[in-house]
């Protein structure tokens, strides 16, 4: 609900200076201060934390989110902040790294609540991290939305203070896959594997659920660790002869399975791997290798969608990003940005002003169950009840496929398709 605004002393400030707009924010985030709760009276900015992986081995992804979040920030400040009831507040964005690793981004968490009073947090890339810091988020009381993490596990332990963009890979590799079950030919069994991790195992286990629904018969299951040799899973696949592949992972693991198949000549109809597929950094690793490769993803810069906060279309932000980076943004990129968006436009709609109190941020969490946002990304609104407690599961997911120079086409679900699949797929000797 609506608050009237605090009394404080920047709230009759109209314009502020816009400083760092696309600077990069301290990485560790973690400088001495007195503790948290206590006052900031002369803030006279939004500060928000963001907790992810800036190193290790989930870096790329981690610093996906992080030009998603710096993206929003950028174009807030460039229109002077967010503006409440006359008066703009830029953003401040200060970063915890979370060095791909749970228990680090638990600590690095509640070391940021403790140390730099921000009034929310924007979450991590992995699901691990995300099981690790949203308890750390319920335990002080502090509004948290992930533009990335997807492991319905997160969603399914109802976190009171945690919120998600992306739909859970629950749904949306269950829908990319149903998408496979209509091509012609069919298939009738299916290869499955992934890496034994929440967001790869969950991944796995929908691309095995949808198998079961549709009757297909699935000719192996396989979880392993990272560090896998991938010429073993792929030759104990190829003994099974299935139909199709199935694979849940991230962008280095897709890389080494499509190499790994390709050096072996494993050729099933065709591979659907999820997440990160359209890439460039997958499309650079894999090479040829990623050539008609089947992918899930709920966003690109050519679908059709609009929504008037910021960016307007997909191309706008697209063409944003692109100046800013010099790079194509994927959905977990886009999806960061959202959940700034998604903060912005609950402050605007409490009427509050920085900082928060906590009571402020307690009311923050109720207004966010409320929100529903049209954004260039999506509709976003998040779940109040059931197994997707707190994770948006509005946004359409789609089935994708590479061309021959990379390129993405939808080829899933039907009404949304541009057309049909390159299927079966050429053999390795003809990309």
Known sequence: MPRDNKDHPTSRRNVLKVTGATGAASLTGLAGC????????????????????????????????????????????????????????????????????????????????????VDAVLGPYSSGVTLAVAPIMDKNKMPHITGSAESPQIWQKKPKYTFGTIPTVAVMAKEAAKSVYGFDPAPKSVYITGVNTPFSKATSQAFRS???????????????????????????????????????????????????????????????????????????????????????????????????????????????????????????????????????????????????????????????????????YGDIQFETDGEFYHNNVKTEPLAIQLGKKGESAIVGPKDAAEGTPKYPVPGWNKR
């Open 34 to 117: 007195s503790g948290f709760g206590s006052s900031e009276p002369d803030r006279d900015h939004f500060k928000l934390g963001v907790v992810t992986s800036l190193s290790g081995d989930l870096r790329f992804g981690g610093n996906v989110t992080r030009r998603g979040y710096e993206l929003w920030k950028k174009e807030v400040n460039s229109n002077d902040g967010i503006e409440i009831d006359g008066s703009k507040y830029e953003v401040k964005l200060t970063y915890a790294d979370a060095k791909s690793d749970p228990s680090t981004g638990a600590d690095a968490a509640s070391k940021m609540i403790s140390n730099e009073k």
């Open 210 to 376: 949808a198998a079961k629904d549709a009757g297909v018969n699935v000719a192996g299951y396989e979880l392993f660790p990272r560090s896998t040799d991938y010429s073993n899973v792929v030759t104990k696949a190829k003994n099974a002869s299935p139909d199709f592949h199935f694979h849940g992972g991230h962008i280095g693991s897709h890389v080494d399975l499509v190499k790994a198949a390709k050096q072996i000549d494993y050729s099933p109809n065709g591979f659907m791997c999820h997440y990160g597929v359209n890439t460039s950094s997958f499309k650079e690793g894999a090479g040829a290798a990623g050539n008609y490769l089947f992918g899930a993803t709920v966003w690109l810069p050519k679908v059709q969608r609009s929504g008037g906060v910021l960016f307007g279309t997909p191309k706008k932000y697209t063409d944003a990003a692109k100046t800013t980076y010099d790079s194509q943004p994927d959905y977990t990129q886009a999806a960061s940005t959202a959940a700034g968006i998604v903060f912005q436009k609950a402050f605007e709609k409490m009427g509050v002003t920085p900082p928060l109190s906590q009571d402020e941020r307690n009311d923050l969490v109720s207004t966010l169950e409320d929100i529903n946002v049209n954004t260039f």
